[in-house]
């Protein structure tokens, strides 16, 4: 089934937060995801560990992927579940090129900075040459990530404008910035286990998490043909 796999050599650019909520929203419609977590630094293995008994049943952690790993682990989980989501170090190497070479959709999470930007060019730089090495199309798009009004606007429509321009796709719904988010992460459990007196307003991360998801959904079926530049 669909592996979806965030990747982006940048770090701290929302990779793992939105692997954890869009995996969260497809298990809340009864879907089984395998989340692989395949950053030495564990994060998903951390996020699982704060609340076990919050891990939904349907949301499989794999901890410790490593690059001698990570395609077995793919294919054994590709076999088992609905979905299989793969959360990578913000780094180049070889884990994340095979994790690439491996993906239905790449999703390049980056924050609106023109800085984010140049390094997505180098990400999508690396799944286009994937391409080429494996003669096969690897669907890709940007997801912009903890926007807020203050960078939604102006700066975010231009970074947006001229990714296109160059042929990169990016998702037209984008992960605003929340303290659900951060709350998520910090204090394990699922989004929707979160309530209005522990973080504020839940519910709007939950319905813009549900409204990403929904976006990359799409791109899975193919509903909207992205070229990524290229004829299809
Ligand atoms: N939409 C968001 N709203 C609020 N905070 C966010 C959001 N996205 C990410 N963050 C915060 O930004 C920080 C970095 O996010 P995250 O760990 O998901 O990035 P990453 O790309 O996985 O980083 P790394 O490269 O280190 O793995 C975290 O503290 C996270 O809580
Ligand atoms: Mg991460």
């Given at each position: 089934m669909p592996t979806i796999v965030f990747a982006n050599?940048?770090?701290?650019?929302?990779k793992t937060t939105s692997a954890l909520a869009l995996a969260q929203v497809l298990v809340r419609s009864n879907a089984s995801v395998a989340l692989l977590?395949?950053?030495?630094?564990?994060p998903i293995k951390a996020w699982a560990s704060?609340?076990?008994?919050?891990?939904?049943?349907l949301l499989t952690v794999v901890p410790d992927v490593s690059e001698s790993s990570i395609l077995d682990a793919i294919d054994r989980e590709a076999q088992r579940n609905a979905f299989v989501f793969v959360d990578l170090e913000g780094t180049a190497n070889l884990a994340v090129s095979y994790a690439i070479g491996r993906a239905d959709v790449v999703i390049v999470p980056m924050r609106g900075s023109q800085l984010d930007a140049d390094q997505t060019t180098r990400v999508i730089a690396l799944i286009q040459r994937e391409e080429q090495a494996y003669r096969r199309r690897i669907r890709h798009a940007v997801l912009f990530t903890a926007t807020s009004p203050a960078i939604r606007s102006r700066d975010l429509a231009h970074l947006r404008q001229e990714l296109e321009a160059n042929g990169v796709f990016c998702l037209p719904t984008e992960l605003t910035e929340r303290a659900a988010f951060r709350a998520m992460m910090q204090f394990g459990g699922t989004l929707y286990d979160l309530s209005g007196a522990e973080v504020h307003n839940p519910e709007a991360a939950i319905e813009n998490a549900e409204a990403v998801a929904a976006a990359v959904i799409d791109l899975i079926a193919n509903k909207?043909?992205?070229?990524n530049g290229r004829a299809a």
């Open positions: 050599s940048k770090g701290g650019v929302g977590d395949a950053d030495p630094n564990q704060r609340d076990p008994s919050r891990v939904p049943g909207k043909e992205p070229n």
